[in-house]
């Protein structure tokens, strides 16, 4: 079984849901990412999402975006992103670690590459915002044969013929995109994410993730309710972005907000 | 192998290019659009109702215009210009805002998004906009918003909303990526108007299809004209569209070589360039997979180029596919070239050409020069450069 497969098989077994953080991975500087990781285990994260920092990062509002400008002012590449999960399995080797981002930078590096390295690394599961389950089927592919998981979206405006196309293809967990926007944008409606939940449902036997628009315990609680895994990420990354010059402070507030968010959702 | 003409496929694949990298979203609104594009394409009243429009509004056909004294001051090819700068609005981009306004119209949309770089498809979208009572709202750089304050002005007269992107290098690009997240918001009543031959399918395949009036046109008044077809095809390229309208009904004419100009800044080794094509590597970006201007670690480089309307760091999908396959070839003009081609048009033949066409004559002039005097030469003019007056008095150490 798959490292993912197996943290949502043993919260299943607890009655308990997944806490998912997003950050971008080198922000606000390379040397944070590894120790911040670990922290977030720490304050109860079952996954941890991993932003790749893309130039361009047309899903993202402006939060994210900045998070990538700081990242990428360090240069942080998807070679360091990958010896940064290489770094944390030395000393984790149970918390899924799964990359989000944009396909260039893995284009770039190379499909083939990229999947033996990321095997090599410890990486458990692969989310491309730009890359549907029809343009994705050799990368799909290869992830699968090297036991990687191929994470997909589900979006509100899903027809229920894709929604069944993607969770043919999906493995790990389903992402299921709680608004139309951006990330970082409105608050979340759980009831019309409930239904769509209730239909996905009848075609995957898949954990659903929900995300966007979960900024603290209450929306994290209620969105736990109806889902496997609550993502939480804009909110992470402002406080990263509000504490540049201090790291640390940045990483508390990190902390301290996951705490929250785990203690309302285990309520 | 598919005969290049009948591409896309029904994914919007040109070879390994095109297709729809977004985010979930947006796939049910690209469907909505490939579905009533394909049907309305398709429907007599359409193309009637297009027709119609392009006669009466855009004021087309557009004149081929044989420029003699350019031609003789360069003793080669005879040079003929494709004067899409006498539309309504001064350039070949209302082609396509008229297409696709009315798209927007039959999938009874509100309210409809654009990016533009040098203002021109701004421009032409505000104005199809006025006229069908749509709201209209235009991403821009705030780096074109300064080299471009007279169309930036033109858009506001018009009624639309002008929204700086202070994002990023603040060009082009950054416009298209922020009017793509207003989009993925607003989708359900918002009609996004791409303006160049890009973005993911179906809109190269539209933009292409609106935009290849001007080929046609052009093939038709070279056979009426001059007897013939001509020998070279040649137009700048930012995103592509006026290029590929003008290359697509020639696809099958092998003996016309097609040829599209880049933006070569500096020159194309200088890094500050806006030539993908003659320099860059395949990737992923904007909704489709071509050739861009990316590092070793896939970030996209800043594009740099004299004209807004060129300064892009991507070009459209069909594009890559005919460079691939040897049917269309690229090369660059520089910054220089370009202005040269803008002082010497207006001094020669009275007809003041955008930067962005500028780099088209530039290069078409050079290749005229080493051909024989009974050939013929089509240059695209894509648009006028009356925009670019400030860009121009700036460089000669005028103020207004
Ligand atoms: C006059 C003119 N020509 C060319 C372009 C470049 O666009 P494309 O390559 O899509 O024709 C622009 C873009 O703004 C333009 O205004």
Redesign the pocket.
Known sequence: MSRIAGCFAALKTQGRQALIPYVTAGDPNPDVTVGLMHQMVAAGADVIELGIPFSDPMADGPVIQLACERALAHNTSLTMILAMVAEFRQQNNTTPVVLMGYLNTVERMGYDVFVAKAQAAGLDGVLMVDLPPEEGHNFTQSLAQAGLDAIFLIAPTTTEERIKKICAVGSGYLYYVSLKGVTGSAKINTNEVAKKLALVKQHTQLPLGVGFGIRDADSASRVAKVADGVVVGSVLVNALGDNQDVPENGCAQVVATLTAMRQAMDA | MTEPVALPDAEGHFGPYGGRFVSETLFAALDELRDTYEQLWQSPEFQAEFDLDMAHYVGRPSPLYHAKRLSETYGGAQIYLKR??LNHT????INNTIGQALLAKHMGKPRIIAE??????GVASATVAARLGLECVVYMGVKDIRRQTLNVYRMKLLGATVIGVDSGTKT?KDAMNEAMRDWVTNVDNTYYII????GPHPYPKL?RDF?SIIGREARRQSLEQAGKLPDAVV???????????IFHPFLDDKDVRLIGVEAGGHGVDSGQHAAPLSVGTPGVLHGNRTYLMSDENGQIQDPYSI????D?PG??PEHSYLKDIGRAEYTAATDEEALHSFRELTLLEGIM?????SHAVAHGCKLASTMAKDQMVVINL???GD?DIHTVADIDGIEF
């Not at chain 2, 303006?195 to 890009?198: E, M, P, S």
């Not at chain 2, 137009?235 to 309208?245: E, K, L, M, R």
């Not at chain 2, 004209?307 to 060129?310: I, K, M, T, W, Y």
């Not at chain 2, 050409?353 to 066409?357: D, G, K, N, V």
């Open positions: 899409e700068d001064g350039a070949h981009k533009t770089g040098a203002g021109q498809h082009l303006g160049t031959a890009a933009v935009q137009a700048c390229v930012g995103g592509g569209s006026n290029a590929i309208g004209s807004a309307g060129l892009y070009v459209g050409p955008a930067l962005e066409s894509s648009g006028r925009k």
